[in-house]
């Protein structure tokens, strides 16, 4: 099945500065790329997501970069504020045409500091 | 928000019982999916369902079984509670165009705050 790995595990920024977090996944097959953040005893929810036939997607502030020969995509969060600061999740989607499953990874707590 | 509801939201039950949560959609939408939150692991895939009464495995299944009889509900079930199931445990639902097509976004419940004592 799929593997996500996904680091840092945990990320202090400086407000205004950038942030990067990065996933690697094993099948080749996966084909849709989600990240969520999670507030504290919150649930979480998409920011942005990529698809397999697209190489950058941004919105606003943030951006995520695939690289489907690696198997490696990233999250870029750029002029970081106070209120990014949250876990952050990236995942994997494996469609197998009747069933499809989304693996996650372990999460990166990032706290922006003032 | 998406409609998906979970209840309860909080469990508190002893060793050895069994417990029974519930996901509920009103979005029709094909797949759902149970997920137990813990630190350090991030969000892991107990089972999922991709149609009524078509369920997977998923990583984390051990001592769990699922059941959905309708689209809109899908159920969790832990036959013998252990200490070691002590977690969050949220619901999650997805949807596809179409078969050839990746999955669209998923929508999370509220969460089930489990504690086995």
């Known amino acids: 099945g799929e593997n996500v790995e996904q680091h840092p595990s945990t990320l202090s920024v400086q407000e205004g500065d950038s942030a990067v977090i990065k996933c690697t996944y094993s099948?080749?097959?996966?084909?849709?790329f989600p990240w969520y953040k999670q507030e504290l005893g919150k649930r979480p929810q998409l920011i942005i997501d990529?698809?397999?036939?697209?190489g950058e997607k941004k919105d606003q502030r943030i951006a995520v970069t695939l690289n489907k020969t690696a198997k490696h995509f990233s999250l870029h969060i750029t002029e970081t504020q106070p209120e990014d600061s949250a876990v952050y999740f990236c995942a994997a989607s494996l469609n197998t045409g009747t069933a499809s499953k989304l693996t996650f990874g372990t999460g990166t707590r990032l706290q922006v500091t003032l | 928000d998406a409609g998906i509801t979970q209840s309860p939201r909080h469990k508190v039950t002893e060793t050895g019982t069994p417990v029974t949560l519930r996901c509920h959609q009103t979005e029709n939408h094909r797949y759902m999916y149970w997920y137990r939150q813990d630190p350090g692991h991030g969000l892991r895939l107990i089972h999922y369902?991709?149609?009524?009464?078509?369920?997977d495995k998923g990583e984390v299944s051990d001592g769990y079984s699922v059941s959905r009889s309708k689209t809109e509900d899908f159920l969790l079930t832990l036959e013998s509670a252990t200490s070691s199931q002590t977690s969050v445990y949220f619901c999650a639902i997805s949807q596809t165009l179409r078969q050839d097509l990746p999955l669209s976004e998923a929508f999370f419940g509220q969460g089930t705050r489990l504690t086995v004592v």
């Open positions: 990529i698809r397999s036939n697209v």
């Open positions: 099948d080749s097959a996966s084909n849709y």
């Open positions: 369902s991709y149609g009524v009464k078509d369920t």
